[in-house]
């Protein structure tokens, strides 16, 4: 194992996400570890193992020129991964946004709220007039739960109610149970549920899935999902929606992350039926597959050499960060999205 300073944003390892041509360039600081939105986050060096050499990358990938990785090497050796170590720090807010009240009124609960699209959810759902209950690993993700009740906080309309931050591990029936008897206890109601929270591991060999790995998988990404939905729509009324978080690689396969595929691919499937299941009672049940984001499922996954090709699997040549994944969430949670069912939005840079 060696040690590796993590670099600033903006130095020369940081691809900037955005073109110098976009109308809506994000603010970049080359020279600090705050956040977008002023959150402050701790620097730190990063322990990195030796990278595997059994994947080979596409052609496109290996034709970019080593002094210009993606993203830097880093590893958080578990998961969840945690934003604040992350480098460069993903982007969850635009300032350039203009909301208008489209959730005003609204309760939302999203799971993985803590960071990541999660994050990034949580500030555009507060930003147009919700009040936000979010889920986090307790222990784990504590600092990245606290930056983002500041972030929504910083961010709500002063109609909303004050945000919660649950900790939990929804992998249980149990623990689901108690998230939303908690959340309805606090405001009343649940008018939209995000099931976002996930985890990932490369696989290089059939060997590498473990039955524990499979059930840790299923179990958060998945599972998850089946339980908070049962306890959440007896407390939705008509009007309501349900948006959850699949993948492009639920629809293209991955060799290299075989078993979070499958899940995503079952996500899918749980997206289709359930909004056939629902629709007699009026609440929407639709999805988002993003492709290739910047989020700290990447960071805390991903070997040294993937993490400096991330993002050229898709022709716009770049990861996304999580600001360009939340305003798929925003439309779906919205009246915009009112004849939307069992439908999945794709911002995934042309993957498929």
């Not at 309805?184 to 060999?205: C, F, H, M, P, W």
Request: hydrophobic share 35%; net charge neutral.
């Amino acid at each position: 194992m060696y040690s590796v300073s993590a670099p600033l944003m903006g130095s020369a390892f940081a691809r900037v996400p955005f073109t110098q041509k976009s109308g809506n360039m994000l603010n970049f600081c080359p020279s600090t570890r705050i956040s977008n939105n002023g959150v402050a986050s701790m620097v730190t060096s990063v322990l990195r193992r030796g990278s595997s050499s059994i994947h080979t990358f596409k052609a496109k990938a290996m034709s970019k020129e080593e002094s210009e990785p993606r993203f830097p090497p880093q590893n958080q050796d578990s998961q969840p991964g945690k934003e604040y170590l992350m480098d460069p720090l993903p982007i969850f807010s635009n300032p350039h946004y203009k909301p208008s009240n489209k959730l005003q009124g609204k309760v939302a609960l999203v799971t993985g709220g803590d960071s990541g699209i999660g994050r990034a959810v949580c500030c555009s759902f507060a930003k147009e007039g919700a009040t936000i209950a979010f889920t986090y690993v307790k222990g784990v993700e504590d600092i990245d739960a606290e930056n983002t009740l500041k972030i929504i906080n910083d961010s709500k309309t002063s109609d909303a109610g004050d945000p919660i931050a649950i900790p939990t591990d929804v992998r249980y029936d149990e623990n689901c149970k108690k998230v939303v008897d908690q959340v309805v206890a606090k405001y009343g109601r649940i008018d939209v549920l995000v099931n976002n929270a996930a985890v990932q591991y490369e696989t290089y060999s059939l060997d590498d899935i473990t039955e524990q790995r499979l059930e840790r998988l299923f179990k958060t990404n998945i599972f998850s999902q089946f339980f908070l939905t049962k306890y959440a729509v007896k407390h939705m009324k008509e009007g309501s929606n349900i948006i959850n978080t699949t993948s492009a690689v639920g629809y293209t396969g991955s060799s290299k992350l075989l078993d979070y595929a499958s899940t995503k691919g079952a996500i899918l499937a749980f997206t289709k039926g359930l909004a056939t299941y629902l629709v007699d009672k009026g609440i929407r049940v639709n999805g988002v597959a993003p492709g290739p984001v910047w989020t700290p499922l990447e960071a805390a996954s991903l070997n040294d050499e993937d993490l400096a090709a991330y993002g050229s699997q898709v022709p716009m040549d770049r990861a996304a960060q999580p600001v360009e994944i939340a305003s798929s969430y925003v439309f779906l949670a919205s009246q915009d999205a009112s004849y939307f069912t069992g439908q999945v939005l794709h911002p995934d840079g042309t993957i498929l």
